[in-house]
């Protein structure tokens, strides 16, 4: 990675790093199927768009804590009546 003439400050460098870095172009094939889908139920106006709320989708779903996890680490307080709290008593 050989930076740019005009990078002369930490800001340059950083800004240069992150366009090399994390705006990353690639080729991909999509089922056209699917992406027609995806687009009915997204809102999303470009593949980009439609492939950017994917990622972003699938990393909040693996990110979300999967209750089964909890199973025996959570302790409820004595007298704790989850049926009283649904009746809004």
Do not use: C
Request: aromatic content about 12%.
């Amino acid at each position: 990675m050989s930076l740019p003439n005009h990078a002369s400050s930490v800001r340059d460098v950083l800004y240069y790093v992150y366009k090399e870095v994390y705006n990353v172009r690639t080729n991909i094939v999509l089922d056209e199927a699917m992406v027609k889908k995806a687009f009915r139920y997204s809102g999303a106006k470009s593949k980009k768009e439609l492939v950017h709320q994917a990622l972003k989708e699938f990393i909040d779903a693996r990110q979300r804590l999967d209750l089964r996890d909890l199973r025996g680490k959570v302790e409820f307080r004595a007298g704790y009546d989850y049926k009283k709290l649904r009746k809004g008593a």
